[in-house]
């Protein structure tokens, strides 16, 4: 089992950038895989980014060129860095961490982008 904890989130005017931090209560080192997911309001919870234990990345068509996830092991810690934020990237950004079938989820941060 693993607990998340997301960080990071806030305003900020379109342009900027944000960096989300997701701190596990356990080493990452052997959790299959890490993601972002975001869901904005009236619309479904969709992945915005994830790396594997290999660190194997991918990433959503509409963040590509502006965000990187990255992993740092001995922090057990998983990083979404975001640059040149739009209003569209206005929602609640949710750490997931998928270890031996079993999905865990963070409670999420709000990060909201004003134009």
């Known amino acids: 089992q693993v607990q998340l904890v997301e960080s990071g989130g806030g305003l900020v005017q379109a342009g900027g950038s944000l960096r989300l931090s997701c701190a596990a209560s356990?080493?990452?080192?052997?959790?299959?895989?890490m993601g972002w997911y975001r869901q904005a309001p009236g619309k479904q919870r969709e992945l915005v980014a994830a790396?594997?234990?290999?660190?194997?990345?991918n990433y959503a068509d509409s963040v590509k060129g502006r965000f990187t996830i990255s992993r740092d092991t001995a922090k057990n810690t998983v990083y979404l860095q975001m640059n040149s934020l739009k209003p569209e990237d206005t929602a609640v950004y949710y750490c997931k961490a998928t270890s031996w079938g079993m999905d865990y989820w963070g409670k999420g941060t709000l990060v909201t982008v004003s134009s």
């Open positions: 356990r080493s990452i080192y052997d959790i299959n895989a």
């Open positions: 790396i594997t234990s290999g660190g194997s990345t």
